[in-house]
C-alpha cells in the first residue's frame, strides 16, 4: 500500500502478507527500516487491515490541520466506522468509484508504473549480486523479509523520479490560483477553483455545542453516506460511479 503526498512524504509503504503475524521479534528486525507490515488471513486488505493503516497513516499526518484522504472504493476502505472516525479526526474522505482511478487516482496515473518498474530493477540487481534465478531457495521467513527490503529500495527511488508535487497539479489535485486547472487524464475537461465554496466555523462555540451524541452522528452518517452502508450489506466489492451517482 502506496500512500503520497505533494510535499513531505510522511507514509512508508504497508506491506500485506498472508497469515497470522506469529512471527518472531528476530523476523521483524530484519524487516526494511520503516515499512510497515501487516499480516490479514488472505493477504489483501479487509476492514481490520485498512482500521490499523488509517491509524499508523493518522499518526504520521496529525498536525491540528484539515487533511484529505483520497482512496478507490474497495470495501474495505468504506466501512462506515472507519470513515466516521476519520471525520472526528478532521479528516475528509473523497472515494473514487470504480472504473475512474486510471483517471482520478494518482497512484495509478503516476506511481504504481514507476514504483513496479523500480522493483524489478532491484530485484533483478539482488539476483544478479547475490545468487542466480535457477538457485533462489529460501523460507517464507527470507521471502518476507527480502520483499520489505525490495519495497523500500524501490519507493526510494520513485519519489527521487519525478516531481510529486507536479504530479499532483497534473491531476487538479491541488492548484496554485483560480484560473481554470485542465487535468492532463481528462482531456476536455476543466475544473474552476473559483466555484470552490469554503465553510468556516465558529471558535468560539461552547464544547457542548461540539460534542455530538454519538447515536445522533451515526444516523446521520447513515443518511448522508446510506450507499456505504447499503455497500456493505450487499457485499458489495465496489461502487461504480452510477452508483454514486444514483445515491
Known amino acids: 500500500m502506496l500512500t503520497v503526498f505533494p510535499k513531505n512524504q510522511r507514509m512508508q509503504p504497508v506491506v500485506l ?3 497470522k503475524g506469529n512471527i ?3 523476523e521483524r528486525q530484519k524487516y526494511a527500516k520503516g515499512v510497515h507490515v501487516i499480516f490479514t488471513p488472505k493477504g489483501v486488505i479487509n476492514g481490520q487491515s485498512m482500521n490499523m493503516f488509517c491509524k499508523k497513516w ?19 476502505h468504506l466501512k462506515p466506522e472507519i470513515i466516521q472516525n ?5 479528516v475528509v474522505v473523497s ?8 483517471y482520478l487516482q494518482l497512484l495509478d496515473t503516476s506511481v504504481f ?9 532491484a530485484a533483478n540487481e539482488y539476483i544478479d549480486n547475490y545468487t542466480s534465478r535457477s538457485k533462489i531457495k529460501s523460507t517464507a521467513k527470507q521471502q518476507r523479509i527480502l520483499c520489505t527490503r525490495l519495497i523500500s529500495t524501490a519507493w526510494i527511488r520513485t519519489q527521487k523520479s519525478f516531481d510529486l508535487e507536479r504530479a499532483f497539479l497534473d491531476i487538479g489535485y491541488t492548484w496554485i490560483d483560480e484560473s481554470p486547472v485542465s487535468i492532463r487524464t481528462l482531456p476536455g475537461f476543466i475544473f474552476d477553483p473559483s466555484t470552490v ?3 468556516t466555523t465558529n471558535n468560539d462555540n461552547n464544547e457542548e455545542e461540539e460534542e455530538h451524541n454519538e447515536d445522533q452522528l451515526m444516523a446521520e452518517e447513515k443518511k448522508k453516506n446510506s450507499y456505504l452502508f ?10 461504480n460511479l452510477d452508483q454514486f451517482l444514483q445515491e
Open 95 to 102: 472515494i473514487i468509484p470504480k472504473g475512474c482511478t486510471q
Open 230 to 239: 447499503n455497500m456493505n450489506n450487499k457485499k458489495l466489492k465496489q461502487l
Open 86 to 90: 476519520l471525520r472526528k479526526k478532521n
Open 113 to 121: 508504473s514507476v514504483f513496479k518498474n523500480h522493483y524489478q530493477a
Open 197 to 199: 465554496t469554503i465553510s
Open 24 to 26: 518472531g521479534v528476530d
Open 17 to 19: 502478507f498472508k497469515g
Open 58 to 76: 493518522l499518526e504520521k499526518v496529525s498536525d491540528g490541520h484539515p487533511k484529505l484522504l483520497i482512496i478507490n472504493s474497495a470495501n474495505s
